[in-house]
């Protein structure tokens, strides 16, 4: 069975300072790893994936088979990402749906 | 429209009481998938459609829970008798190919009083 954890449901950090969204999978599978976002009075949206290997926002998020995680970081915070942040997964087989975790609530402080 | 639309954006009902949430997808896009997200919870997934395929309903929490798909077109949630615990916003994404990008409507919150 497919298993998202977000263990942090609140993460709190300073304008300007690291951050760091974490995000463990379970898949019997070959993974298909996405993180998506949702800002305040709007549509959840996709940010990045892991297939892509590119940088969004400033964002940036590894997949390590060998941990099953996919965190998603960025150097330097901004008030603008402040947002609901979801990681989510599927199977390259084409046969299971996109599992989301519960999220975390990214709070940048000024 | 230019992207997934779902009515209605609100709904308030009395428990017992039968609901249709409908959404319209993306023109073109073959995968629906429809989530429930309950307050300060994540998204739970309900049930998803791609294109004439059986639709995987693996995720409904009961059979008070339907849903169909017109084609590759409109697709409708009916909860029947509904109860405080169904509660939740309901969203409705869309894609071009399954696991693909999903495009997500802005939700119906549903209020079972």
């Known amino acids: 069975a497919q298993r998202v954890t977000q263990p942090e449901k609140l993460l709190s950090v300073f304008k300007g300072a690291p951050v760091e969204l974490k995000c463990n999978y379970s898949?019997?599978?070959?993974?298909?790893l996405f993180w998506y976002v949702q800002y305040s009075r709007q549509r959840l949206q996709l940010l990045l994936r892991?297939?892509s290997r590119e940088s969004i926002k400033g964002f940036t998020a590894d997949l390590n088979k060998g941990e099953t995680s996919f965190h998603l970081k960025k150097p330097f915070a901004q008030e603008e990402d402040s947002a609901m942040y979801y990681c989510a997964l599927s199977g390259y087989s084409g046969n299971t749906p996109l599992v989301f975790g519960k999220g975390t609530r990214l709070s940048v402080i000024a | 429209g230019a992207g997934v639309s779902q009515s209605p954006s609100n709904k308030v009902t009395e428990k017992g009481k039968d609901v249709e949430l409908r959404c319209d997808p993306i023109?073109?896009?073959?995968?629906l998938y429809w989530y429930r997200q309950r307050l300060g919870q994540g998204l739970e997934f309900l049930i998803y459609?791609?294109?004439?395929?059986?639709?995987?309903k693996s995720g409904l929490p009961s059979d008070r829970f339907s849903a169909e798909r017109t084609g590759e077109s409109v697709s409708t949630l009916t909860i029947q008798r509904t109860q405080q615990e169904d509660s939740a916003v309901y969203l409705c994404?869309?894609?071009?190919?399954?696991?693909?990008?999903?495009?997500f409507g802005s939700g119906t919150q549903l209020s079972v009083l």
């Open positions: 892991h297939i």
């Open positions: 459609f791609q294109g004439n395929s059986a639709p995987d």
């Open positions: 023109s073109g896009h073959t995968a």
């Open positions: 898949y019997s599978g070959s993974p298909e």
């Open positions: 994404a869309s894609s071009p190919r399954f696991s693909e990008k999903l495009f």
